[in-house]
């Protein structure tokens, strides 16, 4: 069975640009949640999707969006980079049905912004 | 604010040793916790979870809740190199709500 997917796994952009990140979760799971990990933070929430409607959403500013796609695929997009948006972003799933689930991670998108 | 707070460290252990790493919590609503291990340049991979107060064993690994104390510890048993890592304790603040809270992590070193 194939893992939770990620692309692109490395980004470099600059600062005003904006970027685009994907997940593809693992098959048959319908929730996808985004995380940004930086080295003094750690992991911190920033949505989540389910059936196509975000059903919870972290104390992020609104430069960062997301959506959800009918087949479960689920994209990010941050505008306007700031050089403190350079960060691991992580896409993690779940089967979404019930609360309390195992999150299963994809590899992450390192985005490096300059 | 819901937190999860956890010891940076770095833990260090001797091969063979046990590892014992602790996080608290702050919601006493939370009813789901995870440990996930975090290796260096890699994303996070779940090793336990646990729902009910009490230990669970996993192989090395048991993980203990104490929900009274909002306290929830991971033990790795005759600890290898390999195992060193960060640790990641995450926790579901109510089952629905599908966010979960992740302390900053504890790095661990297994001395050979």
């Known amino acids: 069975k194939a893992g939770v997917t990620q692309t692109p796994r490395y980004l470099i952009k600059t600062r005003g640009q904006q970027v685009t990140l994907s997940c593809s979760p693992i098959?048959?799971?319908?929730?996808v949640s985004w995380y940004q990990q930086t080295p003094g933070q750690g992991l911190q929430f920033l949505f989540e999707?389910?059936?196509?409607?975000?059903?919870n959403k972290g104390n992020f500013p609104g430069r960062f969006s997301g959506r959800q796609f009918s087949n479960s695929r689920s994209e990010m997009n941050v505008s306007t980079l700031e050089l403190g948006d350079s960060a691991l972003y992580l896409c993690?799933?779940?089967?979404?049905?019930?609360?309390?689930?195992?999150?299963?991670f994809g590899s992450g998108t390192q985005l490096s912004v300059l | 604010q819901k937190e999860v707070e956890q010891n940076s460290g770095p833990l260090s252990v001797p091969e063979g040793a046990i590892a014992s790493l602790n996080c608290t919590y702050s919601?006493?609503?939370?009813?789901?916790f995870f440990w996930y291990r975090q290796y260096s340049g890699k994303s996070p991979e779940l090793i336990m979870f646990?729902?009910?107060?009490g230990d669970k064993e996993d192989g090395r690994f048991t993980a203990q809740l104490n929900k009274a104390s909002q306290y929830v510890s991971l033990l790795i048993r005759d600890s290898q190199p390999s195992d060193s890592a960060t640790y990641l304790c995450?926790?579901?603040?109510?089952?629905?709500?599908?966010?979960?809270?992740f302390g900053t992590g504890t790095r661990l070193k297994v001395l050979a």
């Open positions: 993690a799933s779940t089967f979404g049905d019930r609360g309390g689930e195992k999150l299963f």
């Open positions: 098959s048959g799971h319908r929730s």
């Open positions: 999707y389910f059936s196509e409607t975000q059903r």
């Open positions: 919601d006493r609503g939370s009813q789901s």
């Open positions: 646990i729902y009910s107060n």
């Open positions: 995450a926790v579901n603040a109510n089952s629905g709500t599908y966010k979960y809270i």
